[in-house]
């Protein structure tokens, strides 16, 4: 997945300016920045929720940029915004049903389920209860799972670690590893525990003020004054 992106806002207030990414297969990407920097804008702008005024987004060769989320959807990209939502009057059951509605086959769609639940253990034993019931960790862990439902080719999560306990925050973070080792599944992550997403991400990118400012390995932001760039520059 690529994407070109020269300018992208709400309105006349312009974000991001001049945006250039790669995220190879198979790989885990992170953003991170200080508040503010534009990176859950970018989210919204390669999922569909927000246009913007030009440039290309290039999915496996075909420009998806600017078409309704269910279009991107359809092609293959998920994307889990902020807060972990889900159908809080529906069963965890029911969510993921609706995770995997594209498929048709009702053997294959057990299949699935099957599947994500051998990722999220925990959920077996709520698949009957509503999910606005769960905790924040269980909730974050059905946003997942749902997710899966449709073997995204590409994964973007907006900050999973967001108000969750610091026990639950490795928990999170193994999650997605290994999400990405089992499934092979491209994932895009916009977090703010920096230290924790450099422990599993295989490229950084930092953004500030909607420009990318930095662009490298973990390895490579070891450097105090890189951060310090970065976040207080």
Do not use: C, W
């Not at 946003?143 to 590409?154: G, H």
């Amino acid at each position: 997945m690529k994407a070109n992106i020269p300018e992208a806002g709400y309105g006349k207030k312009v974000v991001l300016r001049d945006i250039e990414i790669e995220i190879s297969e198979g790989q885990i990407v992170a953003l991170i920045g200080p508040n503010g920097a534009g990176k859950s804008t970018l989210l919204k702008v390669l999922s569909g929720v927000l246009r913007s005024e030009a440039g290309k987004v290039s999915l496996n060769g075909t420009n998806i940029a600017n078409r309704r989320p269910e279009e991107i959807f359809g092609k293959g990209i998920s994307y889990i915004p902020q807060g972990n939502r889900v159908f809080t009057e529906l069963k965890v059951s029911e969510n993921l049903e609706i995770g995997g509605y594209t498929v048709k086959d009702r053997v294959e769609l057990d299949r699935r389920i099957s599947s994500v639940l051998q990722l999220f253990p925990d959920l077996k034993e709520r698949l009957s209860l509503d999910a606005g019931k769960l905790s924040g960790g269980e909730k974050q862990q059905l946003a997942l799972a749902r997710a899966l439902m449709v073997n995204p080719k590409v994964l973007m999560l907006d900050e999973p670690s967001l108000g969750l306990s610091p026990r639950l925050v490795t928990k999170a973070f193994e999650t997605i590893k290994d999400v990405n080792e089992k499934y092979k599944t491209t994932i895009l992550i916009v977090e703010q525990k920096v230290h924790e997403i450099l422990k599993i991400a295989h490229h950084i990118y930092a953004l500030r003020m909607g420009r990318i400012v930095f662009s490298g390995s973990s390895s490579e932001l070891e450097s105090g004054e890189v951060m310090k760039k970065i976040f207080l520059a």
